[in-house]
């Protein structure tokens, strides 16, 4: 009877520990120190502040709330209020991630998030789709002739 006790409250113990509430996510952006980032969030057309972190000398913060954010297309916002990248939250709500600003966005790393690494992969595809595309049509608007075109391909 005791031993069964004993399992029963383990056990309750290790699921309310499991289910973490709220949200914490870890930023480490370098080569910002002391200074403020920003997480936000798309409502619609328009842009809104979800949360704000302060930097350490390390370049680490940590977005921190007690309620869980509602699930979306986030952005990580840097100290000179320019959107460096997205991320999903939904589920997932206690992650890290690790971004380099000199190599974005092929610097940015997520940790206990695979929605975000997925994402992030098919953020570097696009990304790198888009610069062969802007490529390709720059050498076709160039081009002076048609076998100009068929050579710019």
Same mark, same amino acid.
């Given at each position: 009877m005791k031993r069964s006790l004993l399992i029963t409250v383990s056990? @309750? /113990? &290790?699921?309310?520990?499991? +289910?973490?509430?709220?949200y914490s996510i870890k930023v480490s952006l370098k080569p910002y120190k002391n200074s403020y980032v920003y997480l936000g969030y798309y409502y619609g057309k328009? #842009?809104?502040? +979800?949360?704000s972190a302060l930097l350490?000398?390390? &370049?680490?913060?940590? @977005?921190k709330g007690a309620t869980p954010l509602n699930g979306g297309i986030y952005f990580l916002v840097s100290p000179r209020k320019e959107?460096?990248?997205? *991320?999903? /939250?939904? #589920?997932e709500q206690h992650f890290? *991630?690790?971004?380099?600003?000199?190599?974005?966005?092929?610097s940015v790393r997520f940790t206990?998030?695979?929605?975000?690494? /997925?994402f992030q992969n098919y953020t570097i595809f696009a990304n790198n789709r888009g610069k062969e595309i802007t490529s390709?049509?720059?050498k076709y608007r160039l081009a002076k002739n048609s076998k100009d075109s068929v050579s710019a391909s």
């Amino acid at each position: 009877m005791k031993r069964s006790l004993l399992i029963t409250v383990s056990l @309750f /113990i &290790s699921l309310i520990t499991a +289910a973490q509430p709220g949200y914490s996510i870890k930023v480490s952006l370098k080569p910002y120190k002391n200074s403020y980032v920003y997480l936000g969030y798309y409502y619609g057309k328009v #842009k809104a502040l +979800a949360d704000s972190a302060l930097l350490d000398e390390n &370049s680490t913060a940590t @977005f921190k709330g007690a309620t869980p954010l509602n699930g979306g297309i986030y952005f990580l916002v840097s100290p000179r209020k320019e959107i460096l990248f997205e *991320m999903l /939250i939904d #589920k997932e709500q206690h992650f890290s *991630m690790a971004a380099d600003t000199a190599n974005l966005p092929g610097s940015v790393r997520f940790t206990g998030s695979m929605d975000n690494t /997925i994402f992030q992969n098919y953020t570097i595809f696009a990304n790198n789709r888009g610069k062969e595309i802007t490529s390709l049509t720059e050498k076709y608007r160039l081009a002076k002739n048609s076998k100009d075109s068929v050579s710019a391909s």
